[in-house]
């Protein structure tokens, strides 16, 4: 089985790539089940109703998010009633939404997409490490394909998230910081593991907001507007291959294709 994970998807720049690239991806590199991070594909800050339609549209079958999944209010009697589209596990359990999605691919192999916050440096939410125990305690026997998009700031926090689940998951590839990183590997136990794999959207940026803009902001520390840039685009994923029969990852390869 093979599953694309498409790293932070960031405004109009990161939409247009999936867009143009999703299907011949797909075809190209067989691929059983895609899932996104889409916490920055409004205008780079949080998602609407009808962008995440409109990934779900291109093919992706699970969106994640992180910290900014409530920057767009209208998404929070959406996230209720999508169970497609996925806000960290570890936030209080009266948070709207849930962190964690079971479902099967067209071939009817289960899988279960699991996401969770770090706490360093941001929101100081629900442990991560506590309840993706108690997520995994959860999810039914027959479900061994088991993702896990680990939304943090700091690489020890997630090489730490890494091997606490090595032999419990299939993967963890990390999301927030916009940077590839390139220690893609299969640990010990048959996880894959990613630190971070990245963003889709504008490379002419800083992390995809525009680079002028970002550059004043480090200069004078006004809090001045950023908006997403929009050249440059391209898409980084990570592609794993995993034994559906024992949910182990057989490699990783990190990736990224350019817009047009």
Known sequence: MR????GDIVGSAGRRVVAERLADIVAGERINLVVAN???AAA?????PRLADELFGMGIQVLT???HIWDKKEILPY?????RLLRPANYPAETP???VFVGATAAGVPYAVLNL???TYLPNIDCPFRRVDEALNSLPAPVRIRLVDFHAEVTSEKIAFGWYLDGRVTAVVGTHTHVPTADERVLPGGTAYQTDVGMTGAYDSVIG???TAAIQRFLNSMPNRLEPALLDARLSAAVIEADEATGRAVWIRRQMWNGS
């Open 117 to 119: 916050q770090g706490r």
């Open 38 to 40: 889409c916490e920055n």
């Open 209 to 211: 907001v525009d680079k």
């Open 65 to 67: 998010s992180g910290n």
């Open 44 to 48: 780079g800050f949080g998602i609407t």
């Open 97 to 99: 939404g849930t962190g």
């Open 79 to 83: 996230i209720g009633r999508q169970p």
């Open 3 to 6: 599953i694309l994970f498409i």
